[in-house]
């Protein structure tokens, strides 16, 4: 059924002091349904010519807005239907410049606005299945699911702005009667549209030949409309507006479970596969006619264009993952446009840390699927999200994490050339995000789509580069007061003061005052470095043997990619040098420092390890050089020193 929007037949009527009554033809020639017109007014004028000519000027507006205008010469006291735009307009006229009546005979379907915002729920634990085979799950895990489903008090901003509220079907079949009617009410009082992401088809069930209408119409009526609420959301005059197939094809395929068969024989073919989803859709337009339909690839899992599935790429007998996006894509674009199916839209999820690993980098193999997904005519939507529960040990704030590299993934696909027609924010994890609400509360879901929405709508920039929610790998610290003894483990014995003066440092004297390494330089190369016999403490964090430190460097799966210096320069250097050593030789990266003239006080500098090509392997000592061509007297604190994983 129709959304129908507003009543919009506008009738714009000047009349005489007398009009004969021949002079008004039918009101009702030509007439439609009044909110059949999607919210467009007509309004007509005429500018009276010399001779029986005059000029029509015809204009449609939709809440004030003109869209379309048309102008025309039409005799005295004529009538008739005319073509504005994509409008049909009828308009009488009478006394030479006077309207009789005018109104809108036909009106195109609005088309939706893009680019779009959806906010996918979190998700609740599943906990168990039960004896009956139906889902238990734990809501505590985001006991503010209910709250924001159906109270949009607590997210105004993102409710006013939001298109679509997206919902894992299966999970809505535990929803009560009062919780479904509670959200449809949300629903209508905001005009937030309605997607489902669903599984589609699981696996081939032999009720029927593969690819046919008997096996699409079997998990049509177990998933579509035996788990979730999709009937008795019709019930309280709700309607899905989306429907995301999450990789059916993959799924009856089987290469989904089994990964091999890609490489060898799978459950059914991807024309058969294809040809299941096309009668899966009828199936849904049955209960749904007036649904958009788009088909969503898990983007790690799949390979792409023959290239390797990034999730498999080592694994030599299924690393080519549930099967090659591309290829899919264009089989299912033949059947649909064979048959006329509106799927409308291709949707991938491929979280921010995959974005650049293996022999491709992910964020281009996107790009490149949002431009063969365009060319085939195909809207192209992007879930924006990060794997950061997988990491869960790297940060101090999950949600955080979560925020700033699902921004920072919105910001650096766009600035490559993406630009979706729909950003879909979520999160398929348990713990980050940790709340829905408020929205004005960091790091929820609604603060990130709050600010998500305020960049996409409103052309806000992103910036989240003063974010830091890592946990160092390792720490350094001074605590106290007092001259670093020239071996040792240096200020008591503590273990933290590990940057001494035992044959490791040239040039400089330094001390501990107030909590902070001082570094005050004798000659004009002053470095310090970390004795191998301070860190047997630690032995075990990173594998540390006696004497000697090993550190882990950067790898595709972590490592230590970054070293962070908080410091104070009280010269006017503007360059240092960080130095590794790795086996017997020594490597440097530059890093960059203000002046003490620019008053910066403390500064944080990260100095990029991963992009260095030989912070491989293991990493035996590390090195500070602050400023090369210093005199004495010249001087540096530093409060930390921290590698950092990610």
Known sequence: ???????????????????????????????????????????????????????????????????????????NNSAGEFEVGEYKVYVSSYGNDKIDCCFITFAPEPKDPYPQVW??????????????????????????????????????????????????????????DGQVEAFCDMVKATGIKVAFEMGG????????????????????????????????????????DYINFDGSISRVMGTQNDPRKTMGTPDMTIEEACDQIVWLI?????????????????????????????TYYNDSQRRMGWGDVYEEMQVL???????????VGFTIDAPYNYRATGDSSMISRVLDFEQEARALGYRVAIVFNSDVDSRASSFNNL????????????????KLGGSPDVYILESWYNRAPAKHLPETEPYTLTYLAAEALRHIKEGKPIDVSGLDFRVPAFTWKWPGSGT??????GNGGSPWTTWTNSGLNSGAILAVAGNVLQLSCTD???????????????????????????????????????????????????????????????HSISYNMLPASAEPGWQDIYIDLKSNPDWTGTINRLRIDPAEGTEPGDFFEFELIELIRY
């Open 201 to 240: 088809m699981l696996q081939y069930q032999g009720v029927g030949p593969k690819g046919s209408e008997a096996e699409a119409r079997f998990w049509f009526e177990a998933e579509g409309l035996g788990q979730t609420a999709i009937l008795r959301m019709i019930e309280h005059g709700v309607y899905v």
């Open 282 to 310: 009828k199936c849904y337009q049955e209960v749904l006619p007036e649904a958009k339909f788009n088909y969503l690839w898990n983007f790690p899992n799949h390979s792409w264009k023959g290239g390797y599935a990034l």
């Open 333 to 343: 674009d033949a059947a649909v446009k064979a048959s006329g199916v509106p799927l």
């Open 524 to 586: 004009g190369d002053p470095y310090f470095a970390l004795d191998p016999a301070n860190i047997t403490t630690y032995a075990g964090l990173f594998g540390i043997g006696a004497r000697r430190l090993s550190v882990e460097a950067a790898t595709q799966n972590g490592g230590c990619q970054f070293l962070h210096l908080r410091l104070k320069n009280y010269t006017e250097f503007t360059a240092g040098t960080f130095f590794f050593l790795k086996g017997s030789e020594w």
């Open 1 to 75: 059924m129709k959304r129908k929007l507003f009543l919009t037949l506008a009738i714009v009527m000047a009349f005489a002091a007398a009009v004969p009554a021949m002079a008004a033809p039918q009101k009702t020639n030509g007439y439609i349904e009044a909110d059949e017109t999607y919210g467009a007014f007509a309004a007509a004028e005429i500018t009276k010519l010399s001779g029986s000519q005059n000029e029509l000027t015809i204009t449609i507006a939709i809440e004030g807005n003109i869209i379309a205008e048309g102008f025309f010469h039409i005799p």
């Open 399 to 414: 949600s955080g994490q979560f925020y700033k590299e699902s921004l920072q993934y919105i910001d650096d696909y766009e």
């Open 484 to 489: 670093i003894p020239s071996s040792g483990n």
């Open 119 to 176: 906010l996918h729920t979190l998700h609740p634990w599943l906990r168990y299945w039960n004896q009956t085979g139906n889902y238990v799950f734990d809501w505590a895990a985001h006991d503010d699911y209910f709250e924001f489903l159906t109270n949009p008090e607590n997210w105004d901003y993102v409710s006013k702005n939001l298109d679509a509220v997206q919902l894992f079907g299966y999970i809505t079949w535990t929803w009560t």
